[in-house]
């Protein structure tokens, strides 16, 4: 059975930062909201695992960075201990994934407890409702309906997809009304692709020092474009831990060998490969880690600086008809966190003042 | 040689420190960097090159005559077209707009173009070919040009008025077909003493406008029967063509 439709309920797939900014600001403003996320937990790419003795490893976002005053704001009401300007120590001449990260009125924040605070802060006293994924949309009258894998449909008269651009394509090309807003928001999702970004995890024995930074963007790798030293966040870590993070395009051929999804991430021909890099750029103990894991983001992050400048909201034919808003970094001009998050609220405020009206 | 510092360029020294609290919501601060004779095919200007402290956008000002301190100088908003100004494109009139306001300024006493480096109204050059495209493809483009942002002048308006005032204005005739510039700019205190409408001559590639199609759904269309995205906040009027207030022909 489905849910009962409230009229003013709206629908939010995915819990990643722009998901939940958008629920956050619909919800304070009184409106019922439900937040579906597929994975087990909420934040997306923000995105903190715990290793052997409980220490936290960011393995997607490596720090935030922003300018605008509301964003920044969200990130001091997170609680615990928030590092200001880490990263300081930056090495190497690579390329950054948003080079502007470093520009000087921007402002760099890292989270002792992990980066997922930001979003586990975010999803606070909404109704997140996670290992749902959401398999299709069904537009009937004024409701718009996601077929959720396992469990009974949410009907709203407004979903949000808060997803990758492949993923909201995915699920736009089953809606059946079509409408030329809806293929047109569905060509601008096909220009821009996300890349993706094979990431390992190496945690070092004991008495293995840290090498003398926190961030290593190396200008002579063409596996290698970031080496974080995710220790060096954490307050008396247990362990040197480092995060090494692939080049898209390296990312994508490895991807797209047969052998890649066929066994598990840590155990991959890619993660090996990853490790021979580090040793050779740091050193021979880069090579040899006490424990190992990995992660294929198939989705990291958008084609850096080529994004929209506002969220999209469709409108379907009835009055009032069905609305799906679309929300994400690629829907704020920027990218990365600041523009989801920025996306997400913008996307919220454009509901609000068409029901205020 | 002979140097002369008049009251134009005098504003690069005065400048030299110019730090303010910035114009607008966006806090846009800007500073005259440069200023140089330049003779056009359209006639004898300088130029003003501007510094601002959001982006590496580097506005520019084209100056006929004293400006400086002079009152109701005729001036012109001009936002960036690469396709148009440069390429010549046809999917805009932003050429002959350009040129038709450097050369209504000519004809003049004084007056001041301003081009903004904001390509298509801050939307950038490749958020605008992927709209083009996307008419190419024959969709809808209204809802593209909401999320691509062709909406939001506040800041081209705090970064005019604050040109104009380091210009050092005491009052302009605005030359546009569109009064709510006036408004956007007399609320960031520049004296606008009144509107000059700017009309094109017709010519072989704007002579479609003057037909009864050239309005459909308050959006112009070009040769190709495209819909025009609205690259200049302005709109076109072409000698002879009604006046963009009356309402279009609903026949």
């Known amino acids: 059975m489905a849910e009962p439709v409230g009229e003013d309920r709206v629908v939010v797939v995915g819990a990643g930062i722009s998901g939940l900014s958008a629920a956050r600001a619909l919800t304070a403003a009184g409106r019922s909201v439900v937040v579906l996320e597929r994975a087990k937990g909420v934040g997306g790419r923000c995105a903190t695992r715990r290793i052997e003795g409980g220490q936290p490893v960011d393995f997607g976002v490596t720090f935030l960075h922003g300018t605008d005053p509301d964003f920044l704001a969200a990130l001091a009401d997170v609680p615990g201990g928030a590092l200001v300007d880490w990263p300081s120590q930056i090495r190497g001449s690579g390329r950054p994934c948003q080079p502007e990260a470093f520009s000087r009125p921007q402002r760099r924040v890292a989270f002792a407890d992990g980066v997922a605070a930001f979003p586990r802060h975010l999803a606070r006293g909404l109704d997140v409702r996670t290992e749902r994924r959401v398999t299709g949309l069904e537009i009937t009258g004024a409701t718009i309906t996601p077929a959720i894998d396992g469990a009974a449909p949410i009907v709203a008269r407004t979903v949000i997809l808060a997803l990758a651009a492949e993923q909201s394509r995915a699920l736009l090309a089953g809606v059946g009304a079509r409408t030329p807003g809806l293929d047109t928001a569905a060509a601008l999702l096909a220009m821009m692709p996300t890349r993706p970004c094979l990431t390992v995890i190496a945690a070092y024995p004991a008495g293995v020092p840290g090498p003398p930074f926190h961030l290593r963007y190396p200008e002579d790798s063409s596996i290698l474009q970031v080496i974080a030293h995710d220790s060096s966040k954490r307050v008396n870590p247990a362990a040197t831990v480092m995060v090494y993070q692939a080049h898209a395009r390296w990312s994508r051929e490895h991807l797209e060998r047969p052998s890649a999804g066929a066994s598990a991430a840590a155990s991959a021909p890619w993660a090996r490969a990853l490790l021979d890099e580090a040793a050779r750029l740091l050193g021979p103990w880069a090579g040899a880690p006490s424990s190992l894991q990995a992660h294929r983001w198939t989705h990291a992050r958008a084609d850096g600086g080529a994004g929209l400048n506002a969220p999209i909201l469709l409108h379907f034919p009835g009055d009032p008809g069905p609305r799906l808003g679309l929300a994400g970094e690629l829907f704020s001009p920027g990218g990365g966190v600041e523009s989801a998050w920025m996306s997400g609220v913008r996307l919220a405020r454009m509901i609000l003042a068409e029901d205020k009206r | ?251």
Request: proline share 4%.
């Open chain 2, 1 to 251: 040689m002979m140097i002369e510092e008049d009251s134009l360029s005098r504003l690069v020294t005065r400048d030299r420190d110019h730090e303010c609290e910035g114009y607008g919501s966006s806090k846009v601060c800007v500073r005259v960097e440069g200023i140089a004779e330049l003779p056009t095919r359209v006639g004898h200007f300088r130029i003003v090159a501007f510094w601002n402290n959001r982006d590496g956008k580097e506005h520019v000002a084209m100056i006929k005559g004293d400006v400086v301190g002079a009152t109701d100088i005729p001036t012109r908003l001009h936002s960036e077209c690469l396709t148009g100004d440069v390429m010549g494109s046809l999917r805009c009139d932003c050429r002959d707009q350009l040129l038709e306001g450097l050369k209504v300024i000519q004809s003049m006493d004084r007056g001041i173009l301003l081009y903004m480096r904001q390509e298509g109204r801050g939307i950038g050059l490749i958020n605008k070919i992927r709209a083009y495209s996307l008419q190419d493809l024959g969709l809808d483009t209204v809802e593209a040009n909401l999320a691509l942002g062709f909406r939001d002048d506040e800041r081209d308006y705090a970064v005019a008025a604050h040109m104009l005032k380091s210009l050092d204005v005491g009052s302009i005739q605005l030359i546009t077909n569109n009064p709510n510039k006036m408004k956007q700019l007399t609320q960031y205190g520049i004296n606008v003493a009144g509107r000059i409408p700017h009309v094109i001559p017709p010519n072989e590639h704007n002579r479609f406008y003057l037909e009864t199609k050239a309005k459909r759904s308050g959006h112009f269309l070009d040769p190709a029967g495209r819909p025009h995205l609205a690259e200049q906040s302005d709109e076109v009027v072409v000698e002879g063509m009604r006046a963009p207030s009356e309402p279009p022909d609903q026949g």
